[in-house]
C-alpha cells in the first residue's frame, strides 16, 4: 500500500486565480484535488465558496478557514486522491475530529472533489484573464466538476449541486494629484489590486486604455472639477462598482449641479462616493489613502455580478 504523503502548505496566498492555477498544475505533475467550503453553521473565517487546492505530493495553498484546518483538509484530500473517490468532511460543531476546534466556535462542512483533468479549471482561469466572472457547478452524487451559466451571484447551492462563483481581479482607474495617487496606489497593489493610473487628458482626446467594468473602482483625487470631468463622465456611463471623488461636501454639491446641468440623473449622482472615503477629513495622503482603500473594500465585498452598481447608503 501506497503511503500518503504529510500535507505542507505551499504558499499563503488566498486568491482564486493563484489556487486553480496552482490546481491545473498540480493535475500534470500527478493529480490533485480542489476541496470547497460548501457549509457554515455558526460563525466561520471564510465564506461559502472558499477553496483550498492540494496536490498528490502533499502540496496545498489556500483558505477554507482561518488557518486551523487546511492541513487536516489537505490529508483528507489526500486520502480521497489515493482512494480516487470524492467526500465530504465535517469540522467544528458535529465533526468526528474532536482534536480539531474552530475559535469561532462554528461548525463547517467541506467537499473534496479529486479532479480528473485540468481543463474545466482553464475554462474559469481564461474568462477572469478577459475580466469576466466564471462559474463551475460541482455534482458530489456523479462527482463531476463542470462550468456552467448560472445566474447565481454567489457561491451556494444550487439544488443538488454547489456552484462556485470567481470574480475577477479588483481594478481601481485612478486619477488626481500624483502625491495623492501614488499612495493609494502603493496601499492598492499591496492589497492585492490592479491599479491603473489615468490621464485626464488621455479621457478627453478618447485614448485611454483602461476601461472600467464591472469589478472597477474609479478614484478621483482632483482638486479641480473640470479635471475630473471627462473620466467621471466616463465612470458614470460604466458599470463600475465605485465611483468615488475628491473634495468637501460643498464641492461635491458644485459637482452635482454641474453634472445634472449636462443632463445627468440624481441616480447617477448618488452613485459618487463623496466626500470620498470611509472617514474623514484627513490631511495627509497616507491617512486617504487608507479611508478610499477601507470604502473600496466594503463596496467590493457587498456588490454583485453583472452591472454592479453600489448605491451610498
Same mark, same amino acid.
Given at each position: 500500500?501506497?503511503?500518503?504523503?504529510?500535507?505542507?502548505?505551499?504558499?499563503?496566498?488566498?486568491?482564486?486565480?493563484?489556487? $486553480?492555477?496552482?490546481?491545473? /498544475?498540480?493535475? %500534470?505533475?500527478?493529480?490533485?484535488?480542489? #476541496?470547497?467550503? !460548501?457549509? +457554515?453553521?455558526?460563525?466561520?473565517?471564510?465564506a461559502l465558496g472558499?477553496?483550498?487546492?492540494?496536490?498528490?505530493?502533499?502540496?496545498?495553498?489556500?483558505?477554507?478557514?482561518?488557518?486551523?484546518?487546511?492541513?487536516?483538509?489537505?490529508?483528507?484530500?489526500?486520502?480521497?486522491?489515493?482512494?480516487?473517490?470524492?467526500?465530504?468532511?465535517?469540522?467544528?460543531?458535529?465533526?468526528?475530529?474532536?482534536?480539531?476546534?474552530?475559535?469561532?466556535?462554528?461548525?463547517?462542512?467541506?467537499?473534496?472533489?479529486?479532479?480528473?483533468?485540468?481543463?474545466?479549471?482553464?475554462?474559469?482561469?481564461?474568462?477572469?484573464?478577459?475580466?469576466?466572472?466564471?462559474?463551475?457547478?460541482?455534482?458530489?452524487?456523479?462527482?463531476? $466538476?463542470?462550468?456552467?451559466? /448560472?445566474?447565481? %451571484?454567489?457561491?451556494?447551492?444550487?439544488? #443538488?449541486?454547489? !456552484?462556485? +462563483?470567481?470574480h475577477p481581479q479588483?481594478?481601481?482607474?485612478?486619477?488626481?494629484?500624483?502625491?495623492?495617487?501614488?499612495?493609494?496606489?502603493?496601499?492598492?497593489?499591496?492589497?492585492?489590486?490592479?491599479?491603473?493610473?489615468?490621464?485626464?487628458?488621455?479621457?478627453?482626446?478618447?485614448?485611454?486604455?483602461?476601461?472600467?467594468?464591472?469589478?472597477?473602482?474609479?478614484?478621483?483625487?482632483?482638486?479641480?472639477?473640470?479635471?475630473?470631468?471627462?473620466?467621471?463622465?466616463?465612470?458614470?456611463?460604466?458599470?463600475?462598482?465605485?465611483?468615488?471623488?475628491?473634495?468637501?461636501?460643498?464641492?461635491?454639491?458644485?459637482?452635482?449641479?454641474?453634472?445634472?446641468?449636462?443632463?445627468?440623473?440624481?441616480?447617477?449622482?448618488?452613485?459618487?462616493?463623496?466626500?470620498?472615503?470611509?472617514?474623514?477629513?484627513?490631511?495627509? #495622503?497616507?491617512?486617504?489613502?487608507?479611508?478610499?482603500?477601507?470604502?473600496?473594500?466594503?463596496?467590493?465585498?457587498?456588490?454583485?455580478?453583472?452591472?454592479?452598481?453600489?448605491?451610498?447608503?
Amino acid at each position: 500500500m501506497t503511503a500518503v504523503p504529510f500535507p505542507f502548505r505551499v504558499s499563503a496566498t488566498d486568491n482564486p486565480v493563484d489556487i $486553480l492555477t496552482f490546481a491545473a /498544475s498540480a493535475v %500534470q505533475r500527478g493529480g490533485a484535488a480542489l #476541496a470547497t467550503l !460548501v457549509e +457554515v453553521r455558526g460563525g466561520a473565517a471564510r465564506a461559502l465558496g472558499a477553496q483550498v487546492a492540494i496536490a498528490a505530493d502533499g502540496g496545498f495553498v489556500g483558505y477554507v478557514s482561518g488557518g486551523c484546518v487546511e492541513t487536516a483538509v489537505a490529508a483528507e484530500a489526500l486520502h480521497a486522491i489515493a482512494q480516487g473517490r470524492d467526500r465530504f468532511v465535517t469540522f467544528g460543531e458535529g465533526s468526528p475530529f474532536f482534536d480539531i476546534v474552530l475559535p469561532c466556535g462554528g461548525g463547517i462542512k467541506i467537499a473534496v472533489h479529486v479532479l480528473r483533468g485540468d481543463e474545466v479549471l482553464y475554462t474559469v482561469l481564461r474568462e477572469l484573464a478577459e475580466r469576466r466572472a466564471g462559474v463551475l457547478s460541482y455534482s458530489s452524487h456523479a462527482q463531476t $466538476l463542470k462550468p456552467c451559466s /448560472s445566474n447565481i %451571484q454567489s457561491s451556494d447551492w444550487q439544488g #443538488a449541486e454547489f !456552484v462556485s +462563483v470567481y470574480h475577477p481581479q479588483t481594478r481601481l482607474v485612478i486619477s488626481g494629484q500624483m502625491g495623492e495617487v501614488e499612495a493609494v496606489r502603493r496601499l492598492a497593489q499591496a492589497a492585492g489590486y490592479a491599479v491603473s493610473h489615468s490621464d485626464p487628458h488621455e479621457w478627453r482626446r478618447g485614448q485611454c486604455s483602461n476601461p472600467i467594468d464591472p469589478f472597477t473602482a474609479a478614484v478621483l483625487l482632483h482638486h479641480d472639477l473640470d479635471l475630473e470631468a471627462d473620466l467621471l463622465n466616463e465612470a458614470l456611463a460604466s458599470s463600475a462598482f465605485y465611483i468615488g471623488a475628491l473634495g468637501s461636501t460643498r464641492t461635491h454639491r458644485r459637482r452635482v449641479e454641474r453634472l445634472m446641468a449636462t443632463g445627468a440623473s440624481s441616480e447617477d449622482c448618488s452613485r459618487i462616493r463623496a466626500p470620498i472615503g470611509l472617514f474623514g477629513p484627513t490631511r495627509d #495622503a497616507t491617512t486617504l489613502a487608507l479611508s478610499v482603500l477601507s470604502e473600496i473594500a466594503v463596496a467590493r465585498s457587498t456588490a454583485t455580478t453583472g452591472h454592479i452598481r453600489e448605491q451610498k447608503s
